[in-house]
């Protein structure tokens, strides 16, 4: 199963939430956990019907600020069991039903103060038995090791991180491509990048599922890179997807397309009557705009994965002496 988490720092922005219907598109996350929304109820939900999710958890606004959102491809994979501003807790399930563990959905309250609570709230969501995994934004790093820049971490706000981790039996699940999931993108000495972001789990988690990663994808549109977790499950059966053609009003404007259709629709009848001659021009038109809004999203695909693969490459090596360039 793979299950996708990002702070991203508001959903109101359409370019933000393209990335994350570029994210589900290329990924296919079963899951996704969404914080810092800035949305009430009403938008949330219609973002999740946009990306064809079946199930879902919304944890509304307080003014301005925060916000959580959980997804679900298939209405009977989680169950909800209870949820805050900063969690949500979930049962998972394969569809076999002999796997059965609880996800928390994690968001460490941001103000350094105030983090002992959520930390104990995380604590008491501690399973007697079966498998417990966590995913999201803690707000907090382990060691000094986990940041660059700035300031050093307070030892003590450390210290109660890995205190938790030890009271729940947690285990860091590590990460892949980049160790560190945010950035101030200053262009000074001031430039700071930490690990924020992360999945743990117990002894049973890992016991059912000894084959995982975590990996950190590129950060657009927040200063939070999303992070994805795929681990290996069963998985018995298939659904296929239906496609019904649907001419985009927005193609228009774009060059060629046109051309796509004078061509179809000069394409001789030949024998047909006037009926059947205009359904077979229909058809073909309809065929050819396929193919070429297939080609068309399929260039615009590719130039996306260029500069997207450009981005974290900078990303990777980020410093204040080339952040002007990632931005």
């Known amino acids: 199963m793979r299950i996708l988490s ?12 393209q990335y994350l219907g570029m994210l589900i598109k290329e990924k296919k996350p079963e899951v996704v956990f969404l914080m810092e929304t800035k949305l009430s109820y009403t938008k949330a939900y219609r973002i999740s019907k946009r990306f064809r ?25 989680l169950e909800l069991i209870n949820y805050s501003q900063h969690h949500i807790n979930v049962r998972v399930s394969d569809e076999s039903g002999s796997n059965r563990w609880l996800l928390s959905c994690f968001y460490g309250h941001p103000v350094s103060s105030l983090r002992s609570k959520t930390w104990s ?6 399973p007697e038995i079966g498998g417990w995994g966590v995913i999201g934004d803690f707000n907090e790093v382990l060691y000094n090791n986990e940041k660059e820049g700035g300031n050093p971490r307070s030892e003590y706000l450390m210290r109660k991180f890995r205190e938790v981790m030890e009271e729940g039996s947690l285990c860091d699940l590590g990460w892949a491509r ?17 690990r924020l972001d992360r999945a743990i789990a117990n002894v049973d ?37 239906h496609h019904f053609f649907k001419y985009e009003a927005s193609w228009n404007n774009e060059e060629g397309c046109s051309e796509v259709v004078a061509e179809a629709w000069r394409k001789r009848m030949g024998e047909r009557s006037r009926m059947e001659g205009l359904m077979w021009k229909l058809e073909t038109t309809q065929r050819k705009l396929s193919q070429w ?6 260039e615009r695909l590719e130039a996306i994965k260029e500069k997207t693969h450009q981005l974290d490459t900078l990303q990777r090596n980020v410093g204040s002496e080339n952040s002007r360039e990632q931005k």
């Open 6 to 17: 990002w702070n991203c720092r508001g959903l109101g922005n359409p370019q933000t939430v």
């Open 53 to 77: 999710f079946q199930g879902g958890v919304v944890v509304d606004v307080v003014g301005r600020r925060g916000g959580l959102m959980l997804m679900w491809k298939e209405e009977n994979l």
């Open 121 to 126: 709230l995380l604590s008491s969501f501690k």
């Open 178 to 194: 980049n160790k560190f999931t945010w950035s101030n993108c200053h262009e000074d000495e001031s430039f700071t990048k930490e």
């Open 205 to 241: 988690w890992k016991s059912l599922y000894p084959v995982h990663t975590v990996e950190t994808l590129p950060a657009i549109c927040s200063d939070h890179s999303p992070i994805f977790l795929n681990y290996s499950i069963e998985r018995c059966s298939f659904r296929r997807w």
């Open 293 to 298: 809004s297939r080609n068309l999203n399929r």
